[in-house]
């Protein structure tokens, strides 16, 4: 079973000119669901992770799960006012413009090992918002962990500080 035969592409979504990797016939796929969960944590293995934290919101699905079969927490990371306890945020840049994500200040504490998990890895913009906002926290970034990597758009460069691993590399 290959997962890659369980993302179809869309084209000019969400706008003309992008390529879009949907994953939802993977969501549908029990088998390739699980698949796809064990492949994330293959990467992981044998790391201390006291909390996975996933971006909004794609980042939720295999980020709860992963949180799961780690036995730790999960913490969203969401758009501004989505949140509804305290929060602190970080603003970044996106292709025109710019945008901030949020977390719970009490989500993170000074030491937690953090996973960050999002479906997939394009420009590197979002990523390393949520990595600011852990460290901010007081949290260590363990890895950034993704099912999908887009390679030529260099997202890579942004996290270069932090291990990155993807399942699949288009």
């Known amino acids: 079973m290959e997962l890659s035969d369980y993302i179809r592409d869309i084209q000019d979504f969400p706008k003309q000119g992008i390529l879009f990797k949907d994953i939802t016939p993977l969501l549908l796929s029990t088998k390739a669901t699980h698949l796809a969960v064990d492949e994330l944590y293959k990467k992981i293995e044998g790391k201390k992770i006291d909390v996975v934290v996933g971006i909004e919101s794609r980042g939720f699905f295999f980020g709860t799960l992963l949180a799961q079969k780690l036995t730790c927490g999960f913490v969203p990371v969401r758009k501004p006012n989505k949140l509804p306890a305290e929060t602190t945020s970080q603003i970044y840049a996106l292709e025109y413009g710019e945008d901030k994500l949020e977390i719970h200040t009490d989500a993170i504490k000074k030491g937690d090992k953090v996973l960050i998990h999002d479906d997939v890895l394009a420009t590197g913009g979002t990523a390393e918002a949520v990595c600011k906002l852990v460290e901010k926290l007081g949290g260590e970034v ?21 291990e990155v691993k993807a399942v699949i590399t288009y």
């Open 142 to 162: 363990v890895q950034c962990n993704f099912l999908m990597e887009l390679s030529f758009l260099s997202g890579r460069e942004k996290l270069k500080n932090h």
